[in-house]
Nanobody
Framework: QLQLVESGGGSVQPGGSLRLSCTAS????????IGWFRQAPGKEREGVSC????????DLSESVNGRFAISRDDAKNTVYLQMDSLKPEDTGVYVC?????????????????????????WGRGTQVTVSS
């Protein structure tokens, strides 16, 4: 059972930056595609970004494209979400999720997508608050 743990959330002013981390306890993330999702108060959860197993393909939602970046360091068993130029509308609980490979359509070079039901494992989330 893959157990995901997020960290790095906090409170920042608009225009600030945060780096979120997603790691796994007792297991390796290296064979999973990873996605980041967020849920703002009173809103549905939405996909923010995702990265392929190999780390060579990524995807970013339109709302964060150009401001956020996703990366993975398998040596540290961690996937990062670098968030710059934060806006109040970025406020929410950020959750990472892992998707197992299902070749040939979804393989180690394919982005896992930002559809929730594709992911089997979920962390509990970390709060991000952007406010002046």
């Amino acid at each position: 059972q893959l157990q995901l743990v997020e960290s790095g959330g906090g409170s920042v002013q608009p225009g600030g930056s945060l780096r979120l981390s997603c790691t796994a306890s007792k297991s390796t993330l290296a064979s999973y595609g990873i996605g980041w999702f967020r849920q703002a108060p009173g809103k549905e959860r939405e996909g923010v970004s995702c990265i392929s197993v190999r780390g060579t393909r990524i995807d970013l939602s339109e709302s964060v494209n150009g401001r956020f970046a996703i990366s993975r360091d398998d040596a540290k068993n961690t996937v990062y979400l670098q968030m710059d130029s934060l806006k109040p509308e970025d406020t929410g609980v950020y959750v990472c999720a892992a998707r197992s490979l299902s070749p040939p359509l979804y393989n180690e070079y394919t982005v896992p997508g930002m559809v929730e039901n594709l992911y089997e494992y979920w962390g509990r989330g970390t709060q991000v608050t952007v406010s002046s």
